[in-house]
């Protein structure tokens, strides 16, 4: 089992930035897979972002250019740095982890960190 913590969430003004953080604990050495997703109310979930555990990372349309996805190893923490926010960025943020990388899959996932954007 993986246990998984966002946090970093809140208000922004248009065009600023914020950093999402998600903590795992538990069997972290399970995971290969990690993401960034979001849902809005009355959307559907979109992926945003996935690192891999060779280091590769994948971006959707919305996110290239504007959110970039890191980890550091030493603190089990996966973050999201979105800059450029726009007011279409408000959503829940979630964090996912999985030892297969199929996002339609991910078995564990986080609580969420709610993010609003101002215009």
């Known amino acids: 089992q993986v246990q998984l913590m966002e946090s970093g969430g809140g208000s922004a003004h248009s065009g600023g930035s914020l950093r999402l953080s998600c903590v795992a604990s538990?069997?972290?050495?399970?995971?290969?897979?990690k993401g960034w997703f979001r849902q809005a109310p009355g959307k559907e979930r979109e992926e945003l972002a996935l690192l891999d555990g060779d280091g590769t990372t994948s971006y959707s349309d919305s996110a290239k250019g504007r959110f970039t996805i890191s980890q550091d190893n030493t603190k089990n923490t996966l973050y999201l740095q979105m800059n450029s926010l726009k007011p279409e960025d408000a959503a829940m943020y979630y964090c996912?982890?999985?030892?297969?990388?199929?996002?339609?899959?991910?078995?564990?996932w986080g609580q969420g960190t709610q993010v609003s954007v101002s215009s």
């Open positions: 538990g069997n972290t050495r399970s995971i290969y897979c």
């Open positions: 996912a982890v999985d030892p297969v990388c199929v996002p339609e899959f991910f078995r564990y």
